[in-house]
């Protein structure tokens, strides 16, 4: 008798050890049955702060995906008890933790290169508009729309000729507010250390929002921001992005 009495005595430490550990308790089969659990509630206030509050994502993560009627690939992974639930809810935060990092590392990798082809172009180019006029539609003159006329002075400060520049003209009034992107390209070349001046026109429709802004902008009233996507020199080299 004495014999058994000691592995008996260790066997019922054992059962009353696991059943004071709040996060052996079994998961309700639902999660809008928690709340209503009795004996889940009792043994889930006596997890710290951290594993509630880790507990509590748990359980908002798989409400809405229990609401919306997702299952799980394979059921027998998924948590059945408190611990199990608080685990889980571990692991999914380090995943996205790591894929935030290595979307900021993605981004700021991105910026430097965007910063490194900024500089190169700064020290190559420079492209402005230098005259600015709304000329309003006129039928004799063989205009039916109303335009912006605008004069795209393009600066070669390289030391290598450019064959053709592609990009667009950001349109910035005194506020810092883009009024318009506009698409420009010049394809009829730039000596090293020459100016190239584009005159063009670009249709204006009253009624759009985008160009009401643009019929009262005079030269001195707004900026130019170039964005270049390409820049072919005529030695057949070409910077971009």
Excluded at 8 to 21: H, I, K, P, T
Excluded at 27 to 35: D, H
Aim: hydrophobic fraction near 40%; glycine fraction near 6%; charged fraction near 30%.
């Amino acid at each position: 008798m004495k014999k058994l009495l000691l592995p008996a005595l260790l066997c019922g430490v054992v059962a009353l050890s696991a059943c004071s550990d709040p996060k052996a308790t079994q998961l309700p089969a639902s999660i809008s049955g928690w709340g209503d659990n009795a004996e889940f509630k009792k043994q889930a206030a006596k997890l710290s702060d951290e594993d509630k509050a880790l507990l509590a994502r748990y359980a908002i993560r798989a409400g809405l995906a229990e609401a919306m009627g997702a299952k799980p690939s394979d059921a027998s992974v998924m948590p059945k008890t408190i611990g199990e639930a608080i685990e889980a809810e571990k692991k999914v935060e380090a995943a996205e933790k790591a894929e935030g990092e290595k979307q900021e590392a993605l981004k700021k990798e991105q910026a430097a290169k965007d910063k490194a082809f900024a500089d190169t172009v700064a020290s190559t180019l420079t492209v402005a508009i230098t005259e600015y006029a709304v000329l309003p539609k006129d039928a004799m003159k063989g205009r039916y729309n109303d335009v912006a006329a605008a004069s795209i002075a393009y600066k070669n400060t390289s030391q290598k000729d450019i064959k053709g520049v592609s990009g667009s003209i950001e349109i910035v009034d005194m506020f810092g507010k883009v009024l318009k992107d506009v698409k420009v390209d010049y394809t009829d070349g730039i000596k090293a250390g020459d100016t190239a001046v584009y005159k063009g026109e670009m249709q204006l429709n009253e009624f759009m929002e985008a160009d009401k802004a643009l019929y009262s902008l005079t030269i001195d009233k707004f900026t130019t921001k170039f964005k270049p996507s390409a820049i072919v020199f005529a030695d057949g080299t070409t910077l971009k992005p």
